[in-house]
């Protein structure tokens, strides 16, 4: 899943960052993810993991990381 995550992200919404040294902890919003950034990458992870992932639990602790980013879709398929 991370890995699906983190070529998207890569591919589409942040140009500058060198994905090869970016880490699962690193934190994405530093790295230039801006919030139309997050919209897709939400729409993106709702369609690819077959989840919904509510508006009102977008924040930084949700998707500040790919580990965070891992760990909300996972919790929010289990719902």
Known sequence: MKEKLKNF???ELIYHEDSASFGDD??????GLDSMGIMRLIMFAEKEFGVALPDT???PDNVGSLNSLDRWIRRSGQA
């Open 9 to 11: 992200i890569f591919a």
């Open 26 to 31: 690193d934190n994405l919003l530093d790295a």
């Open 57 to 59: 639990e977008i924040e």
